[in-house]
């Protein structure tokens, strides 16, 4: 709690500085120096190195669509593409090991299969790509993973598949991308 607060002391500070400075170009008819000075102010750092896009999949799989999207995303944003197979199925089995074991084996050999697919396709937009998968609420794994990696600034999620059933095509707009704030999912 206390490093948050001394961060945000730091950064109070540094923006009063920037506008002390601004303040003091525009004083001396140094327009341009005011404003870029401002711009100082405003500018955000970026993550260190490539951001990342997070690519859920629905159990084990990811769909051409979720694929196709999320590769061309990452390469226009010069992103990385962690994909993510998330799975509460081996709950039910928490008490026998042995077939817990089997459930995550099998599950595991089918997410790591789709995955390549999908390795494949970011290998051919020449963008980074990392495979995980996780026993855990695909809720509760998306804000760990973002937590745990950092820079991970945006979400994408399997299409809603019930238009295609009904006839209509799916969009590009059909692909769910949620924007993340900081390393927490909101």
Do not use: W
Not at 93 to 110: E, G, I, L, P
Request: net charge negative; proline share 4%; charged share 30%.
């Amino acid at each position: 709690m206390f490093e948050k607060l001394i961060e945000k002391l730091k950064n109070m500070s540094q923006k009063k500085d920037a506008l002390m400075e601004a303040a003091t170009f525009a004083q001396a008819d140094e327009h341009e120096h005011a404003r870029s000075a401002i711009a100082k102010d405003t500018h955000k750092p970026e993550p260190k190195g490539p951001g990342k896009i997070l690519v859920v999949g629905s159990e084990y799989t990811f769909s051409d669509k979720l694929m196709d999207y999320a590769a061309e995303m990452a390469k226009r944003m010069d992103r990385e593409i962690v994909a993510l197979n998330a799975t509460e199925s081996d709950l039910r089995f928490r008490f026998m090991a042995s077939h817990r074991d089997k459930v995550r084996d099998d599950f595991t050999v089918h997410a790591e299969k789709n995955a390549e697919v999908f390795k494949n396709k970011a290998d051919s937009k020449e963008v980074r790509f990392e495979h995980l998968v996780k026993f855990s609420n695909p809720d509760s794994a998306i804000e760990a993973i973002c937590q745990e990696l950092g820079g991970t600034t945006y979400v994408l999620m399997e299409p809603n598949f019930d238009n295609e059933e009904a006839g209509a095509p799916i969009t590009d707009s059909d692909v769910p991308v949620f924007c993340i704030n900081s390393n927490t999912v909101h």
